[in-house]
């Protein structure tokens, strides 16, 4: 079965300092990763995805994360917080594998970013 | 483009009544998954729709709660016999999928807040 973790229920960063919001991952064979953010009273929103290729992918909002197949991570950062980064972060994996398969959540990471 | 849709945003109902919620996808969307969001809580994961393939129902949490995909798109989640622990922010979402190596983004609708007296 693969699984999700996020270790930290909340990150709290001084704006303008770099951020990085962990993630672990198990699954069988390849993995798909992806983080999602939600900011207050809005939806789930797409921040950025690990297919294949480069491990570092950018994403949107100037963040970005970088697979680790050894470390089996996917870590998200960016270079300077801003308080508008406040909001809740979900990382999440799916198996590169034959058929459809399910997507799995992490438990979400609470991101404060402190003026 | 319209995006996933959701009614109603919001729902109050007394302990022990049924409820209905309504999931429109994105067009085209094959893949479709629900979601139960507690206050501070992460995504707890009940069901995935993909295509004409059984669903996935290993989420969901008891017998109260059943789901269905009518025609491939419109899906409606059912809470028979709503408990005051069903009270939560219920997601749904769509994505494209392509075959087996398929990059699958998921897209959000707004969610519908549930509330049981």
């Known amino acids: 079965a693969q699984s999700v973790a996020q270790p930290e229920d909340q990150v709290n960063v001084a704006e303008g300092n770099p951020l990085t919001v962990k993630c672990t991952y198990s699954v069988s064979g390849n993995p798909y990763l992806f983080w999602y953010v939600q900011y207050p009273n809005r939806g789930l929103q797409f921040l950025l995805k690990y297919i294949t290729g480069d491990n570092l992918v950018k994403g949107s909002y100037g963040f970005e994360a970088e697979f680790n197949k050894s470390q089996t991570s996917f870590h998200l950062k960016k270079p300077s917080a801003l308080v508008s980064d406040s909001a809740l972060y979900f990382c999440?994996?799916?198996?590169?594998?034959?058929?459809?398969?399910?997507?799995?959540f992490g438990t979400g990471t609470k991101l404060q970013v402190i003026p | 483009g319209a995006g996933v849709s959701q009614s109603p945003s919001n729902k109050v109902t007394e302990k022990g009544k049924d409820v209905e919620l309504r999931c429109d996808p994105i067009s085209g969307h094959t893949a479709l998954y629900w979601y139960r969001q507690s206050l501070g809580q992460g995504l707890e994961f009940l069901i995935y729709f993909q295509g004409n393939s059984a669903p996935d129902k290993s989420g969901l949490p008891s017998d109260r709660f059943s789901a269905e995909r009518t025609g491939g798109s419109v899906s409606t989640l059912t809470i028979q016999r709503t408990q005051q622990e069903d009270s939560a922010v219920y997601l749904c979402a769509s994505s494209l999928v392509r075959g087996a190596g398929a990059q699958e983004t998921q897209y959000f609708g707004p969610g519908t807040r549930l509330l049981v007296l």
């Open positions: 999440a994996v799916r198996a590169d594998s034959g058929g459809y398969q399910k997507v799995t």
